[in-house]
């Protein structure tokens, strides 16, 4: 209780020798530039007052340790890495010694692979919407596998509790490899856990809503050890065996990349739950389909200051620039400003309640105020605490305009720097959950259970307009021919093919990057086929360079496949060992007869690195490529005869 009582005082009592400190001065604002040859990936950040020194820090992107590659000069602002290979990415940390302690984090990458697949998401609907927003439920659901992901769904009573809830996802993540998303929409069962109270109010200890009981599939959870009923919302008091958990720190590593829209509850929005799911799902699919005009810009509304060194809206500071650049931040009043523009990011802060934070507005205020913003972080006192009524944390995903995210980022910082190269706020949220001492400083309550993101979990940053007019032509023993019309956007590589034999899984990539508009898929096994076209482009941002996909465009056809190029597909599909590689790629092909074989090599662009042939002597033939010049990543074996042609991705380690 004695810390309760003092963070409660540290909220209202700022030490007077901090005063002239700006949050600003606790983050180093880094940018990227890279080459590809020589390779190199130069990090760049605006010198801080009173520095002694600058220290940089490296480590792979899932890594856990960063480790010391440089150390330089009090009057140094740049750093080259000369240790880095195209088609790939790396984590940076600089770190400021001398003065105020100051961080920055970016993932940095020299033309980083496209992300295919992404993993499979548990979709989880409230009933309440299960009908009235059928259609747009259905079009969420297009968009998520169109995007990468295979889709498990429950529909859900308000009813079932929190343990059934979790049974159901402990299932799939058994059943499915690769389960590590989580999105659920509507008001389905909210867990609360735990004696703590990070806004630092003696009134507010207690339990406060996790869906981190959900995406924690593994850890125990008990309801036997907390007792306090102090708490002044009676949803807050916790005793053994009332439903709610123990946990203060998640027992486990979360698991699944988990977001929640939730718009139970909210007396102060004149629409109804079932009008604003929809307007949100709308407008969602909006953004990913790059249909709405938003500036790569972010704002800054900071009514806290330096805080004692908590700086908590240095979350804008640290975070931004790797994502919209260091140049396209302002400051300024974060409402009247998203009335006006539509900026992509924006961070506010201020002394708060249930329904509003000091300096930046009230819950009624996203009705009557259009916020045109996407991703927002927000923090003060009591509405981390995101399940009350009317709370000021989930009213701008209800408002006609809706932000798309929003988070309570402050107690503890979030991290989201890997949004600059592609990944979604899931991925973020969750890398905020399970940081302990990866990323520093932390602030007061890292790995508490009380850390959410309200909103999709897998929105990213930068989307293309898909393809469209995809057609599918098909005949007797023919394959399939498709064909589609080029996305209206501009500066593409070109396109992707993927293929599946069910709807919503297992979408496997069939062809290396097609500069045409047109695909002759020839090989497979007769049956229903679902295609995804998706087009790719090289996506320049402040933090480096990667290839961007668009989300695919699908449709399915009936197709039944030559005779001779299905039996050679079934006899040759060439094996290929070890996969990944390092060195050799060992290559065995089990052709029908002798045959001349050609193998080519080739990039994620389709450019052709290395072309053998091969006069066969018997069915069975085995050779050998030398890929240990190749740079890590994802290539494609080619192998093309008389009689048919196959494409396999393989992946140089």
Request: glycine share 8%.
């Given at each position: 209780?004695?810390?309760?009582?003092l963070?409660?005082?540290?909220?209202?009592?700022?030490?007077?020798?901090?005063?002239?400190?700006?949050a600003?001065?606790?983050?180093?604002?880094?940018?990227?530039?890279?080459?590809?040859?020589?390779?190199?990936?130069k990090?760049?950040?605006?010198?801080?007052?009173?520095?002694?020194?600058?220290?940089?820090?490296?480590?792979?992107?899932?890594?856990?340790?960063?480790?010391?590659?440089?150390?330089?000069?009090?009057?140094?602002?740049?750093?080259t890495?000369?240790?880095?290979?195209?088609?790939?990415?790396?984590?940076?940390?600089?770190?400021?010694?001398?003065?105020?302690?100051?961080?920055?984090y970016?993932?940095?990458?020299?033309?980083?692979?496209?992300?295919?697949?992404?993993?499979?998401m548990?979709?989880?609907?409230?009933?309440?919407?299960?009908?009235?927003?059928?259609?747009?439920?259905?079009?969420?659901m297009?968009?998520?596998?169109?995007?990468?992901?295979?889709?498990?769904?429950?529909?859900?009573?308000?009813s079932a509790?929190?343990?059934?809830?979790?049974?159901?996802?402990?299932?799939?993540?058994?059943?499915?490899?690769?389960?590590?998303?989580?999105?659920?929409?509507?008001?389905?069962a909210?867990?609360?856990?735990?004696?703590?109270?990070?806004?630092?109010?003696?009134?507010?200890?207690?339990?406060?809503?996790?869906?981190?009981?959900?995406?924690?599939?593994?850890?125990?959870?008990?309801?036997?050890?907390?007792?306090?009923?102090?708490?002044?919302?009676?949803?807050?008091?916790?005793?053994?065996?009332?439903?709610?958990?123990?946990?203060t720190?998640?027992?486990?590593?979360?698991d699944?990349?988990?977001?929640?829209?939730?718009?139970?509850?909210?007396?102060?929005?004149?629409?109804?739950?079932i009008?604003?799911?929809?307007?949100?799902?709308?407008?969602?699919?909006?953004?990913k389909?790059?249909?709405?005009?938003?500036?790569?810009?972010?704002?800054?509304?900071?009514?806290?200051?330096?805080?004692?060194?908590?700086?908590?809206?240095?979350?804008?500071?640290?975070?931004?620039?790797?994502?919209?650049?260091?140049?396209n931040?302002?400051?300024?009043?974060?409402?009247?400003?998203?009335?006006?523009?539509?900026?992509q990011?924006?961070?506010?802060?201020?002394?708060?309640?249930?329904?509003?934070?000091?300096g930046?507005?009230?819950?009624?205020?996203?009705?009557?105020?259009?916020?045109?913003?996407?991703?927002?972080?927000?923090?003060?006192?009591?509405?981390?605490?995101?399940?009350?009524?009317?709370?000021?944390?989930?009213?701008?995903l209800?408002?006609?305009?809706?932000?798309?995210?929003?988070?309570?980022?402050?107690?503890?910082?979030?991290?989201?720097?890997?949004?600059?190269?592609?990944?979604?706020?899931?991925?973020?949220?969750?890398?905020?959950?399970?940081?302990?001492?990866?990323?520093?400083?932390?602030?007061?309550?890292?790995?508490?259970?009380?850390?959410?993101?309200?909103?999709?979990?897998?929105?990213?940053?930068?989307?293309?307009?898909?393809?469209?007019?995809?057609?599918?032509?098909?005949?007797?023993?023919?394959?399939?021919?498709?064909?589609?019309?080029?996305?209206a956007?501009?500066?593409?590589?070109?396109y992707?093919?993927?293929?599946?034999d069910?709807?919503?899984?297992?979408y496997?990539?069939?062809s290396?990057?097609?500069?045409?508009?047109?695909?002759?898929?020839?090989?497979?096994?007769?049956?229903?086929?679902?295609?995804?076209?998706?087009?790719?482009?090289m996506?320049?941002?402040?933090?480096g360079?990667?290839?961007?996909?668009?989300?695919?465009?699908?449709?399915?056809?009936?197709?039944n496949?030559?005779?001779?190029?299905?039996?050679w597909?079934?006899?040759?599909?060439?094996?290929?060992?070890?996969?990944?590689?390092?060195n050799?790629?060992?290559?065995?092909?089990?052709?029908?007869?002798?045959?001349l074989?050609?193998?080519?090599?080739l990039?994620?662009?389709g450019?052709?690195?290395?072309?053998?042939?091969?006069?066969?002597?018997s069915?069975?033939?085995?050779?050998?490529?030398?890929?240990?010049h190749?740079?890590?990543?994802?290539?494609?074996?080619?192998?093309?005869?008389?009689?048919?042609?196959?494409?396999?991705p393989?992946?140089?380690?």
């Open positions: 209780m004695l810390k309760s009582i963070l409660s005082f540290s909220f209202v009592c700022v030490a007077s020798s901090l005063n002239a400190q700006t600003s001065d606790y983050a180093i604002p880094i940018t990227v530039s890279t080459q590809r040859a020589p390779a190199q990936i990090l760049s950040w605006k010198a801080r007052a009173g520095a002694t020194s600058y220290t940089v820090l490296k480590k792979a992107k899932d890594g856990t340790t960063f480790f010391n590659i440089a150390t330089l000069g009090a009057l140094d602002s740049s750093y890495d000369l240790s880095v290979v195209p088609d790939t990415c790396y984590e940076y940390a600089v770190t400021k010694s001398g003065g105020i302690q100051a961080t920055g970016v993932l940095a990458g020299l033309q980083n692979p496209a992300i295919h697949h992404r993993g499979t548990i979709l989880l609907v409230d009933n309440t919407f299960k009908d009235s927003c059928k259609s747009e439920i259905a079009q969420l297009q968009d998520l596998r169109a995007d990468g992901w295979d889709l498990i769904r429950h529909d859900i009573p308000r509790k929190d343990t059934f809830v979790k049974s159901l996802i402990q299932g799939d993540y058994a059943a499915r490899t690769g389960v590590n998303a989580l999105f659920i929409l509507g008001h389905i909210v867990p609360y856990s735990g004696h703590l109270n990070p806004d630092g109010h003696p009134d507010h200890l207690g339990a406060w809503p996790t869906d981190a009981f959900y995406a924690d599939v593994d850890g125990t959870w008990t309801d036997a050890l907390v007792d306090d009923s102090a708490a002044s919302r009676t949803q807050n008091k916790n005793i053994p065996g009332d439903g709610k958990w123990d946990q720190f998640i027992p486990r590593d979360i699944l990349q988990t977001g929640r829209v939730d718009f139970a509850n909210m007396p102060l929005m004149p629409r109804s739950e009008t604003m799911m929809r307007n949100y799902l709308n407008k969602a699919h909006a953004y389909m790059n249909k709405l005009t938003i500036s790569r810009k972010a704002v800054i509304d900071d009514n806290f200051g330096a805080f004692g060194g908590e700086a908590f809206a240095a979350n804008g500071w640290r975070n931004f620039p790797v994502i919209v650049g260091a140049k931040i302002v400051t300024g009043d974060m409402l009247n400003t998203l009335k006006d523009y539509a900026y990011w924006a961070y506010g802060c201020g002394g708060g309640t249930y329904t509003s934070a000091s930046i507005g009230k819950t009624a205020d996203y009705d009557s105020i259009p916020v045109k913003g996407i991703f927002m972080m927000t923090f003060g006192s009591y509405f981390g605490d995101w399940d009350a009524t009317n709370n000021f944390l989930r009213a701008p209800c408002a006609p305009e809706p932000a798309l995210v929003n988070v309570w980022a402050g107690r503890p910082n979030w991290f989201v720097d890997a949004m600059g190269l592609g990944e979604s706020i899931g991925y973020c949220a969750r890398v905020t959950q399970n940081n302990n001492l990866t990323y520093d400083p932390t602030n007061f309550g890292a790995k508490w259970v009380h850390v959410n993101l309200m909103g999709d979990p897998s929105l990213r940053n930068e989307y293309i307009q898909p393809v469209t007019n995809l057609n599918i032509a098909v005949d007797t023993l023919s394959g399939a021919s498709l064909s589609w019309t080029a996305s956007d501009t500066g593409l590589m070109g992707y093919v993927y293929r599946s069910s709807a919503w899984r297992d496997k990539l069939i290396p990057l097609l500069t045409t508009n047109s695909f002759q898929d020839l090989v497979g096994n007769n049956g229903k086929k679902y295609y995804l076209v998706r087009p790719a482009r996506e320049a941002t402040p933090s360079t990667y290839v961007n996909l668009g989300l695919g465009t699908i449709d399915s056809a009936l197709v496949y030559p005779l001779a190029v299905r039996n597909a079934t006899l040759a599909a060439p094996l290929i060992s070890p996969n990944p590689a390092s050799l790629l060992q290559v065995q092909l089990n052709l029908p007869i002798a045959t074989a050609t193998l080519q090599v990039d994620l662009r450019s052709v690195l290395m072309t053998r042939k091969l006069q066969t002597n069915a069975t033939e085995q050779c050998s490529i030398d890929v240990a190749f740079a890590p990543g994802t290539y494609f074996l080619e192998l093309r005869t008389a009689d048919g042609v196959s494409v396999q393989w992946t140089k380690r």
